[in-house]
């Protein structure tokens, strides 16, 4: 997921969320209306699964017939996403959709040279200030999720070792972008609120979707002590490196029970097809479509899949019901700054941070707001109680 800002990157998220995508019009008749789709991978690799399944959701939601469906697999971040969303343009696509982050910028280029097709990309940041009235960036309160799933890691350390463990936890990552950091962190505070005590190491692949090098980190971790993993990373690797090693796993994207039977708890994951209906109606009914989207459980964008019932803790089930309650009500802030640290030191503001260039995520209630600025991450802390063992961007 290919996804999210570098530290570097904040400066361009100093937008509003609704500023203006195109502007009204007459819509497309629904039988002329032809969809394209980027795909960093395929259905074998869980990201990319997840977003075709959103997209199946939308066919299914709009009524439309799958030959107005135009997918292309296996586009590298690279001139052959340029090449892949100019040839969805030529194909008549009024709207094209990209699900990379390394897409952006091929992206971009091509929106450039269409300007009356819609382009809708996954996970960046730099449609607003593109210039570019057709150019979309979308993203989900992935962080919501992965906080619940931290609560149902935490529920089976608690049953193992107790809620007082300063047990060790392991964390696969892809890169070390924003996004990954930010997911890392919401899960890593889901578990300390369970478990206050437990501590987590992050080690990066420096890939999205590689199995054996995703199994051959999460053996790293296991080797070094930790005694639960999940991961930032598309495929089944971390899973089955735990299944093996008899340790429990929280997943992403995907359900891991078939790759961990025994051992996987549950996943945290996006559904795609939320905002990709909302997206293709928007085109139907010649409404805009905002500069940059996001939204998260409540309005369903987010949630975590099947709860393993041979794995996870008593009492889970009605955990997790109560978190998400908190979550959809506001009382309860993911980020809440009283519950993390920095070198010891509570974040008040992030005006005169390295990285954010004036901006602030503070919230005056006091919790730092991602996604709330614009769609793309922003969240770039190490909090105190987080190893990272490498750095790959």
């Not at 979309?136 to 890691?153: D, L």
């Not at 025994?262 to 010649?286: D, K, P, R």
């Not at 908190?326 to 992030?350: C, M, P, R, Y």
Request: glycine share 10%.
């Amino acid at each position: 997921m290919k996804k999210a800002l570098a530290v570097g990157l904040a400066a361009a998220m100093a937008v509003s969320m609704t500023a203006p995508g195109y502007a009204e019009g007459d819509g497309v008749a629904k039988e002329d209306l032809k969809v394209g789709i980027i795909y960093i991978g395929d259905e074998n690799e869980g990201y990319s699964a997840a977003h075709m399944a959103g997209i199946d959701e939308m066919v299914e939601n709009l009524g439309l017939e799958e030959d107005q469906v135009i997918e292309k697999t296996l586009i590298g971040e690279n001139e052959a996403a340029y090449d892949a969303a100019a040839d969805l343009a030529d194909q008549g696509c009024q709207i094209v959709f990209a699900n990379s982050f390394g897409h952006e910028t091929y992206v971009l280029q091509a929106a450039g040279e269409y300007p009356e097709v819609q382009f809708c990309h996954a996970t960046g940041y730099k449609a607003a200030s593109s210039g570019l009235a057709n150019v979309h960036n979308f993203f989900a309160n992935i962080y919501e999720a992965r906080y619940v799933a931290g609560v149902v890691a935490g529920m089976k350390l608690a049953e193992l070792y107790g809620a007082d463990t300063d047990a060790k936890i392991g964390y696969v990552g892809a890169y070390s972008y924003a996004e990954v950091k930010s997911g890392y962190t919401a899960f890593f505070l889901g578990v300390r609120s369970i478990c206050p005590n437990v501590t987590m190491e992050v080690k990066y692949t420096g890939s999205w979707a590689n199995q054996a090098l995703e199994k051959e980190t999460a053996e790293a971790l296991i080797a070094d002590g930790c005694v639960l993993v999940s991961q930032h990373a598309d495929t089944t690797g971390a899973a089955s490196a735990a299944e093996a090693a008899g340790i429990y796993d929280v997943g992403y994207n995907v359900s891991m029970i078939d790759a961990a039977p025994n051992y996987a708890l549950t996943s945290s994951a996006i559904n795609w097809g939320s905002y990709i209906t909302y997206a293709v109606e928007c085109m139907l009914n010649g409404e805009e479509i905002p500069v940059d989207w996001c939204q998260g459980h409540s309005e369903n964008a987010v949630y975590l899949t099947e709860l393993n019932s041979a794995a996870i803790a008593e009492g889970t089930e009605e955990k997790v019901e109560e978190v998400w309650a908190a979550i959809d009500s506001g009382e309860l802030k993911v980020f809440d700054t009283s519950t993390w640290t920095v070198g010891g030191e509570t974040i008040t503001s992030t005006k005169d941070l390295e990285g954010f260039n004036g901006i602030e995520y503070i919230s005056p209630d006091g919790y730092f707001m991602e996604s709330e600025i614009a769609s793309a991450p922003a969240f770039t802390f190490v909090i105190d109680g987080i190893t990272e063992l490498n750095t790959v961007y």
